[in-house]
């Protein structure tokens, strides 16, 4: 009887290689919240998070929230002898473009805004056709760019230089922080328990053709 | 005696990148792609060396501008006084503000140069197919593949800065030249970090055995 018990399970192992060390071994069956690492480089090969697609859905939709509130607020307010002088994160491209340096405008404008934006929005595109038992076309595609984006959306890094700024500022004048920079730093852990929340073999299971 | 591990390249499987799907590589076919998700499938990333090498190579050159000329100048009341990451610091030091300062020492001056040490020295190391070590040699990739990104603060805060100090003659903050470099920097040693193949550490201790 346990010989097989163990049987069974052996069968339900699966071959796999190490992306960072092209080990080839086999993984057992994961359940919810257990990893597997490669027994030769220690690589974090798979994890079951078991979460639902609710649940990421409902952090994608809060970040999303978040992000909107974040880019149409203002951020950061300076007062100097009764001057004031607003800004936000678009302001900030802005102004970088006005004075020539395009280079970096278009940098800021990629890993503050455009990818932090197209990363959620893809999330949208793969994740509620799944929870509708559906398949929207190119999902594959798009999954697969959200992917790529990751590494490009740079919001905690930005948050630092915010509080940077801040700091460097403190002596020059006052400074009054606008309800952009709450909304952006509360953006942050949203993302992080969005992108974490998610099982992208799972995902990748789920998108295969079975017809 | 050394454990005699199988490797996917040996079997004949392929791993896709994209998707994580293991399939056996079919002989005799030029390119394949992978069956679930159509990515072109690689045993190794293509050309992975030397493109690690030219963007490497590319970020050093950069790297010269971006801290020779100012990242950006302050003007106060008509006085202009440019700044360089360096001296950027160095007036934090000299404000007092001890944790700033090690914040953006970190990030601007440890972190780029570590991370172009660290793929040199793995480049050389899988260059002369170097077996020693490959675990620590694996995570310090990690390592440059995940700390690049904290090199951005003093770029954001430049674009901060830029648009909330237009105070006309009072004060006015501009970007310069040497922003654009080390902004160069930090894309282009991404860029090094992801071309750059962590199983090529490995297949030095397989050509051990054979």
């Known amino acids: 009887m346990s010989q097989m018990i163990k049987a069974q399970a052996e069968s339900r192992t699966h071959l796999t290689a190490c992306h960072d060390c092209d080990l080839l071994f086999h993984i057992p069956h994961l359940k919810k919240g257990e ?17 639902s697609l609710d649940y990421s859905l409902a952090l994608a939709l809060t970040s ?22 607003e800004e936000n994160i678009i302001s900030g491209v802005n102004e970088l473009f006005v004075q020539g340096y395009w280079e970096i405008a278009v940098l800021v404008f990629i890993v503050s805004i455009l990818a932090p934006l197209l990363k959620i929005l893809c999330l949208f595109y793969v ?9 929207f076309p190119y999902a594959k595609e798009v999954f697969s760019f959200y992917e790529t984006l990751s590494p490009w959306s ?56 079975t017809d | 005696m050394k454990k005699l591990y199988n490797t996917a390249a040996h079997k004949g499987y392929l791993l896709c990148h994209t998707c994580h799907l293991l399939s056996k590589a079919a002989t005799h076919v030029h390119s394949i ?31 010269i501008p971006a801290n020779l000329l100012p990242i950006m100048t302050v003007t106060m009341s008509g006085k202009g006084e440019p700044d360089t990451i360096f001296s950027g610091v160095k ?3 000299l404000g007092g503000m ?50 690049g990104r904290w090199s951005m603060i003093d770029i954001f805060v430049i674009a901060i800065l830029v648009a909330l100090v237009k105070l006309g003659a009072l004060a006015t903050i501009e970007a310069g030249a040497g922003a654009v470099a080390f902004g160069g920097v930090v894309v282009i040693t991404m860029f090094a970090a992801m071309s750059f193949d962590p199983r090529l550490i490995w297949d030095a201790l397989e050509n051990d055995h054979e």
């Open chain 1, 64 to 85: 999303l929230i978040l992000f909107v509130m974040a880019n149409f607020n203002v951020l950061l307010r300076m007062n100097v002898g009764g001057r004031t002088q």
């Open chain 2, 33 to 63: 792609h992978c069956p679930r998700c159509g990515t072109r499938l690689h045993s190794r990333k293509p050309n992975s060396l030397s493109r690690t090498w030219a963007l490497t190579l590319t970020a050093y050159i950069l790297y």
């Open chain 2, 91 to 93: 007036e934090l030091v």
């Open chain 1, 35 to 51: 990893q597997a690492h490669c027994p030769r480089c220690g690589a974090l090969v798979m994890e079951r998070k078991g979460n």
């Open chain 1, 154 to 209: 740079m919001t905690e890094v930005y948050m630092l230089g915010i509080l940077v700024a801040l700091v460097k500022l403190a002596d020059l004048a006052t400074i009054n922080v606008g309800i952009a920079l709450y909304s952006f730093a509360a953006l942050i852990p949203f993302m992080a328990a969005t992108d974490a929340s998610l099982d992208d073999h799972e995902i990748w299971e789920s998108l295969e053709p």
């Open chain 1, 127 to 135: 994740l509620i056709p799944l929870r509708l038992n559906t398949r």
């Open chain 2, 98 to 147: 001890w944790p700033l300062a090690l914040l953006i020492f970190f990030a601007s001056i440890t972190v780029p140069v570590l991370k172009l040490l660290i793929l040199t020295y793995l480049l050389l190391s899988v260059q002369f197919k170097s077996s020693w070590r490959p675990k620590e040699r694996t995570i310090l990739y990690r390592i440059t593949e995940t700390v």
